[in-house]
């Protein structure tokens, strides 16, 4: 009857479903995969459009160019993207930065106030509901840093900006703290902990309150997955800090999918991203994790709606920080995590850069591959510089360029140059010119990938094992002090070469003090103050985000040494070569594991667990039940690891026993 229908959840209503990308690409020809990709990127995009209310125009930023240029060959890719020196010269870079600057200084102060100009088009059926269900909430992790929570019927009230679940007598509330959640927050929506702008909670009400009865609802059936991002427009916030993340928490939540790699989870699912912002030209990642258009907080406040509330039948409400490796200075000056006891590790990072370059219908190294027993080509002739260990597709030298700021004015010059000492072609990779799949082709096929210090570096994680990753800082920048792409390559199991290249020649810099204030300019200080800025020569460690000496400095262009430049690549090229073998041959997945053994106890008491302490590190492991051994990966082959046990008997732990040793 229809009072029971409202009572206990929405009418179900018979809707045709069009999906907008397969599961998984077929194995056919690259060409005929990108040219579907090209297909699919067009639905999306008008997808969107109709969704954000937006123009072709102003949507050609936001996705990848759905053209031909899609299935040219990657030496016409390359050759698309090289742009002349006149061309570049013709600009008054500075004049252009400045407006630039200033476009992303409105931006970022820009909070929401984008309004529909019609109804969004991609929406649920809107129903009135008698009484809205019960709601009930299953949370995991035992503080707000590492909490994500699942929710049964989570509802959005448009005109409080609230969260809020429909509490009853027979709802469920498993592991949400009832101390302090109001005042320390439940969960982040975010990977970046500790940061306010992340904190989330939702709110309890009675489904049996007059105002919330006979109520408009918009009730979403689809599974969602709910988060925020930190800075919409920067490619390496987006990777590391939500797409890399978000993958393992699908992978942990979102079922479905296969034992391959290749289809780690279904993606049958929705993605909500709850900031103020839409969709920028560096959203394209997100759209590979779901079927579905994506979907943003100006969905749940749609114009002439106002009144209708938002309920999802099952959100997922949190982010995953298991990929996570770098901070970006909010509370100390920028590092890696590392140094706060965080270890990541980089087969995680490579498995998401693996399973999207499948997605693109690209091939996968042998080193990539992770079936049990691989079978190896053999290996060309020796050659006087180990290059017999190159990987033959990796053929190219990338120079990452830039066309507003931190620009290499000698880029022409640089290309030329190496290409005549290093005989590999030199390509440039420009973000303004290449959509996020060309990027990851051309990538693909590097051997050396050469830029400035800046976020489009974060897309080495694509490149093949071995790459040799040049990042270059402009001068009185000290690379030490900015390395989230050293530490990117340095993760156990990246296998990227990492070499830094610092600018110590003050007459090969342009600075720009005339320009905004967050691209690098001082009009803003006083006159004594832009003294010292400009003859400060190293800039001083700092906190996010707004040092007038680190802007300064970082925005300055640059003349590369190129001597310097071909020193620093043959050095990390030799590095590379002398691992290759071993990236070449080895099985990545395969670990060293501790099984230490033991006898249960003389006594004949009862034990309901044996807990394990490793000498010297102080991590413990717990065994399943009362079995006698545990196992412990990634302890070096051929070495004697030193451990105690204790005993769990009648809920009661023991002390730790004697000392015992094990072979690994």
């Not at 990108?34 to 997808?47: C, P």
């Not at 909010?330 to 995590?337: H, I, S, V, Y």
């Not at 190896?376 to 190159?390: E, M, T």
């Not at 451990?643 to 769990?648: H, L």
Request: some cysteine.
């Amino acid at each position: 009857m229809l009072i029971g229908q409202f009572a206990f959840g929405p009418r179900i209503v018979e809707k045709k479903t069009v999906p907008m990308r397969q599961t998984v690409l077929e194995q056919v020809p690259e060409s005929a995969q990108l040219e579907r990709i090209v297909r699919e990127q067009q639905l999306l995009l008008k997808s969107l459009q109709k969704e954000q209310g937006i123009s072709d125009a102003q949507s050609s930023g936001y996705f990848a160019k759905g053209s031909q240029e899609h299935l040219k060959s990657g030496e016409q890719v390359q050759e698309a993207v090289k742009i002349e020196g006149s061309q570049v010269d013709a600009k008054n870079p500075a004049q252009e930065d400045a407006k630039q600057g200033d476009a992303l200084v409105a931006m970022s102060q820009h909070k929401n106030e984008h309004k529909n100009e019609e109804d969004l088009k991609d929406s649920s059926p809107i129903y009135t509901h008698r009484i809205l269900p019960m709601s009930s909430a299953w949370c995991y992790g035992d503080k707000r840093q590492n909490r994500v929570c699942k929710f049964r019927n989570l509802c959005y009230h448009a005109e409080h900006d609230q969260w809020f679940i429909l509490k009853t007598n027979r709802s469920v509330q498993h592991n949400v703290p009832l101390k302090n959640r109001y005042r320390e927050s439940l969960l982040e929506l975010g990977s970046v902990t500790n940061h306010s702008v992340f904190y989330w909670n939702y709110v309890e009400a009675s489904p049996f309150e007059p105002s919330l009865q006979n109520v408009q609802v918009r009730y979403e059936e689809e599974t969602y997955f709910i988060f925020r991002r930190l800075h919409p427009r920067n490619i390496m916030h987006n990777l590391h800090d939500d797409v890399l993340t978000m993958y393992h928490l699908m992978k942990e939540y979102a079922g479905g999918g296969s034992y391959k790699h290749s289809q780690p989870f279904s993606l049958d699912h929705r993605l909500m991203i709850i900031d103020d912002y839409l969709a920028t030209d560096s959203t394209r990642p997100f759209q590979y994790l779901s079927n579905k258009p994506l979907r943003f907080k100006r969905y749940l406040k749609q114009k002439g709606h106002e009144n209708v509330l938002t309920c999802f039948r099952e959100a997922i409400v949190g982010q995953s920080k298991l990929t996570t490796w770098y901070q970006y200075g909010f509370k100390d000056p920028q590092g890696p995590l590392s140094a706060y006891g965080k270890e990541t590790n980089g087969l995680h990072v490579r498995e998401v850069a693996e399973w999207l370059i499948g997605r693109l219908g690209l091939p996968l190294g042998d080193d990539e591959r992770y079936e049990p027993i691989k079978i190896h080509q053999p290996l060309p002739p020796a050659k006087p510089d180990n290059s017999q260990y190159d990987f033959p597709e990796t053929n190219l030298i990338v120079i990452m360029s830039r066309r507003q700021n931190r620009l290499i004015l000698n880029e022409d010059d640089l290309a030329k140059k190496l290409e005549a000492h290093f005989h590999m072609k030199t390509v440039f990779l420009r973000n303004e010119d290449m959509s996020f799949e060309e990027q990851i082709k051309m990538l693909r096929k590097a051997r050396v990938v050469i830029g400035m210090h800046g976020s489009i570096l974060v897309m080495a994680i694509f490149c093949r094992r071995g790459t040799v990753l040049v990042e270059m800082y402009p001068f009185a920048v000290p690379g030490d002090h900015y390395t989230p792409y050293r530490t990117m390559s340095e993760l156990p199991g990246m296998n990227l070469v990492y070499r830094a290249w610092e600018n110590k020649h003050e007459d090969a810099t342009v600075a720009h003090p005339d320009r905004s204030m967050l691209m690098g300019g001082l009009k803003h200080l006083p006159k004594e103050e832009q003294e010292k800025v400009k003859t400060t020569l190293t800039v001083p460690q700092h906190k996010c985000c707004t040092s007038p000496y680190w802007l300064y400095r970082i925005y300055q262009d640059t003349i590369v040494n190129i001597p310097e430049m071909i020193d620093t690549i043959t050095d990390g090229l030799q590095d590379s070569r002398s691992r290759l073998k071993e990236y070449r041959e080895k099985q990545w997945e395969d670990a060293n594991l501790m099984i230490p053994v033991w006898d249960m106890p003389w006594t004949g008491i009862r034990v309901e667990q044996f807990k394990v302490v490793i000498q010297g590190s102080g991590k413990e492991y717990v065994t399943m039940g009362n079995a006698t051994s545990v196992a412990i990966k990634d302890f070096p082959s051929n070495s004697t690891v030193k451990f105690f046990v204790a005993i769990k008997s009648n809920g009661i732990w023991g002390e730790w026993g004697s000392m015992g040793e094990c072979p690994v």
